[in-house]
């Protein structure tokens, strides 16, 4: 059953309007997912839905029965919509980021860890590639997009809800408990000492990548003992670096693949 909703001073509209704002979103621990798909993939992947919002006269085409689903009259649910054809349905979904250092590293055998990625379609492409390639988790700094920024949702799509994301507050704490942990610290440098493809991972990676503008900090640099480059062949400088994240994360892959492969004597 919906409550229909008309007006834009009403509460339910106007804490979801607030939630297109970082400060609220952080303040709430909550963030919002729109369209059909994002929605459905949400709740499908066990998301903590908190409610739903519905434009009048749209049709939903799965199960909302356990849920709180508000209808809003076209007017008002179009300022509310973030995107140029809006599909007419919003969650407001509650989260909550853990730190790295408070985290269990168990069941990790390959981490991610962001240094100041700021635009949201990198991040969300990145989000994607890490749940396609076998990423176990994502680390973020403060400096980073927020994650749940809607443009990064729409664009991690389910993956958002696949792969868990911790925030580092402690790059010095943080680092000593993965090599603690076994885990090779692999940079990515445009002078690194060797090429992605010939490089050895070993069983425990965190794959360090950094700033779109500006690469890996020398804070951070600082931490990762080993620094590998992507081989160019063309006369581009760089790579976007969603992209040399997904190459990376391949290039992992493939060297755990093959070890397992000659540890079983496959050919």
Same mark, same amino acid.
């Given at each position: 059953?919906?409550?229909?909703?008309?007006?834009?001073?009403?509460?339910?509209?106007?804490?979801? #309007? #607030?939630?297109?704002?970082?400060?609220?979103?952080?303040?709430?621990?909550?963030?919002?997912?729109?369209? #059909?798909?994002?929605?459905?993939?949400?709740?499908?992947?066990?998301? $903590?839905?908190?409610?739903?919002?519905?434009?009048?006269?749209?049709?939903?085409?799965?199960?909302?029965?356990?849920?709180?689903?508000?209808?809003?009259?076209?007017?008002?649910?179009?300022?509310?919509?973030?995107?140029?054809?809006?599909?007419?349905?919003?969650?407001?979904?509650?989260?909550?980021?853990?730190?790295?250092?408070?985290?269990?590293?168990?069941?990790?055998?390959?981490?991610?860890?962001?240094?100041?990625?700021? $635009?949201?379609?990198?991040?969300?492409?990145?989000?994607?590639?890490?749940?396609?390639?076998?990423?176990?988790?994502?680390?973020?700094?403060?400096?980073?997009? $927020?994650?749940?920024?809607?443009?990064?949702?729409?664009?991690?799509?389910?993956?958002?809800?696949?792969?868990?994301?911790?925030? $580092?507050?402690?790059?010095?704490?943080?680092?000593?408990?993965?090599?603690?942990?076994?885990?090779?610290?692999?940079?990515?440098?445009?002078?690194?000492?060797?090429?992605?493809?010939?490089?050895?991972?070993?069983?425990?990676?965190?794959?360090?990548?950094?700033?779109?503008?500006?690469?890996?900090?020398?804070?951070?640099? #600082?931490?990762?003992?080993?620094?590998?480059?992507?081989?160019?062949?063309?006369?581009?400088?760089?790579?976007?670096?969603?992209?040399?994240?997904?190459?990376?994360?391949?290039?992992?892959?493939?060297?755990?693949?093959?070890?397992?492969?000659?540890?079983?004597?496959?050919?």
């Amino acid at each position: 059953m919906s409550l229909r909703i008309e007006s834009s001073s009403n509460s339910i509209y106007k804490h979801v #309007k #607030k939630l297109q704002s970082k400060s609220a979103r952080s303040r709430f621990n909550q963030y919002i997912a729109e369209g #059909k798909r994002c929605v459905s993939d949400a709740i499908s992947n066990g998301a $903590d839905v908190e409610y739903l919002v519905v434009c009048e006269g749209v049709k939903i085409d799965f199960d909302t029965r356990n849920l709180r689903v508000y209808e809003f009259a076209p007017k008002i649910f179009d300022s509310l919509s973030l995107t140029v054809n809006s599909q007419g349905i919003v969650a407001v979904i509650n989260y909550e980021l853990e730190t790295i250092t408070g985290a269990n590293l168990s069941g990790i055998k390959t981490a991610v860890y962001l240094d100041c990625i700021t $635009d949201p379609g990198n991040m969300g492409t990145i989000i994607r590639s890490c749940d396609a390639l076998g990423a176990d988790a994502i680390i973020i700094t403060k400096g980073c997009v $927020d994650i749940f920024n809607p443009k990064v949702v729409r664009s991690a799509m389910a993956s958002m809800m696949n792969i868990p994301v911790f925030v $580092d507050d402690n790059p010095d704490e943080s680092f000593s408990i993965f090599k603690t942990n076994g885990f090779s610290v692999v940079g990515t440098f445009p002078t690194g000492d060797t090429y992605s493809c010939n490089a050895s991972y070993g069983d425990k990676v965190l794959l360090v990548m950094g700033n779109e503008a500006n690469g890996i900090s020398d804070e951070i640099s #600082k931490y990762c003992t080993s620094r590998v480059k992507i081989p160019m062949f063309g006369r581009a400088e760089s790579l976007n670096v969603a992209t040399a994240l997904t190459v990376m994360l391949y290039e992992i892959s493939r060297g755990k693949i093959c070890k397992n492969s000659n540890d079983r004597g496959e050919v």
